[in-house]
């Protein structure tokens, strides 16, 4: 069995769609509060929860050998970026200590290429590119840099299994919010040239998906710029998932 956190939305959906097509027995922890359209019809179970309400966790993480944490509050600006954090970096390390606790084999974090650094001209930016907190614009991109953050502590001082991924300015079907990303409205959708204000690159929603669910080579032969992403999720052994981070800039 596999949780994943964010089915309800726009990346994990597809994620949710990938794993059920590649045979997994899927559950989605869901708030009870949450737009449900994105699982209609899918075989899908639900456990009802929140990521602040470590109570609700180890439920939905019972029997599970595996985690992919999707959800965040994906908010340009906010009056309030309270609860932003709190959902995207407080409930991130409680999700992440339940699972321990619950002792999942393999943990997929979706960080986001905002928590990447920024190299001048048309250089392509990676996870070794040095970055700060004082780098990070606004309260999402603040709140995914200490979320990310804390997982990698959570990697060197727990050694939990995780994978990191940095997924860009996503698009396509679902996106029934929408996010920022979809009020934008870019042009031809899935070319990956169309470009709006602001993005880095852009990332058809499926590739996200593939990439955090499709069996490739370990840890360290896919850190390449200028391909698609080779992480793994049940390929990838505990040694290697546990300092091992992607991101899908320049993805093919």
Same mark, same amino acid.
């Given at each position: 069995?596999? /949780? *994943?956190?964010?089915?309800?939305? #726009?990346?994990?959906?597809? =994620?949710?769609?990938?794993?059920?097509?590649a045979g997994h027995r899927v559950r989605a922890l869901v708030r009870p509060t949450s737009d449900r359209r994105n699982l209609e019809g899918?075989?899908?179970?639900? $456990?009802?929860?929140?990521?602040?309400? &470590?109570?609700?966790?180890?439920? +939905?993480?019972?029997?599970?050998?595996?985690?992919?944490?999707? +959800?965040?509050?994906?908010? /340009?600006?906010?009056?309030?970026?309270?609860?932003? #954090?709190?959902?995207?970096?407080?409930?991130?390390?409680? /999700?992440?200590? +339940?699972?321990?606790?619950?002792?999942?084999?393999? *943990?997929?974090?979706?960080?986001?290429?905002?928590?990447?650094?920024?190299?001048?001209?048309?250089?392509?930016?990676?996870?070794?590119?040095?970055?700060?907190? $004082?780098?990070?614009?606004?309260?999402?991109?603040?709140?995914?840099?200490?979320?990310?953050? +804390?997982?990698?502590?959570?990697?060197?001082?727990?050694? /939990?299994?995780?994978?990191? =991924?940095? &997924?860009?300015?996503?698009?396509?079907?679902?996106?029934?919010?929408?996010? %920022?990303?979809?009020?934008?409205?870019? %042009?031809?959708?899935?070319?990956?040239?169309?470009?709006? %204000?602001?993005?880095?690159?852009?990332?058809?929603?499926?590739?996200?998906?593939?990439?955090?669910? $499709?069996?490739?080579?370990?840890?360290?032969?896919?850190?390449?710029?200028?391909?698609?992403?080779?992480?793994? #999720?049940?390929?990838?052994?505990?040694?290697?998932?546990?300092?091992?981070?992607?991101?899908?800039?320049?993805?093919?």
């Amino acid at each position: 069995m596999i /949780l *994943i956190t964010g089915a309800t939305g #726009f990346v994990g959906s597809a =994620v949710l769609r990938r794993l059920l097509d590649a045979g997994h027995r899927v559950r989605a922890l869901v708030r009870p509060t949450s737009d449900r359209r994105n699982l209609e019809g899918l075989a899908v179970e639900v $456990a009802e929860g929140d990521l602040l309400e &470590p109570s609700s966790l180890k439920p +939905a993480l019972e029997g599970c050998s595996g985690l992919f944490h999707v +959800a965040a509050d994906y908010r /340009l600006w906010a009056p309030d970026p309270g609860p932003m #954090f709190r959902a995207n970096v407080d409930g991130t390390r409680m /999700l992440l200590l +339940a699972a321990r606790d619950a002792r999942v084999d393999r *943990i997929v974090y979706t960080s986001s290429v905002a928590a990447l650094g920024v190299l001048p001209g048309d250089a392509v930016a990676d996870e070794e590119t040095p970055v700060t907190f $004082a780098d990070m614009i606004g309260p999402y991109k603040q709140s995914k840099f200490l979320a990310e953050a +804390a997982v990698r502590t959570l990697i060197e001082d727990e050694r /939990l299994p995780v994978v990191v =991924v940095n &997924p860009s300015t996503p698009i396509g079907p679902r996106d029934i919010k929408p996010t %920022p990303t979809g009020r934008k409205e870019p %042009p031809a959708a899935g070319c990956g040239q169309p470009r709006p %204000p602001g993005a880095r690159k852009l990332v058809v929603r499926r590739h996200p998906a593939t990439g955090r669910t $499709a069996p490739r080579r370990p840890w360290p032969s896919f850190r390449r710029e200028h391909q698609k992403i080779e992480a793994g #999720f049940s390929s990838l052994s505990p040694k290697s998932t546990r300092n091992s981070k992607t991101s899908f800039l320049d993805i093919k």
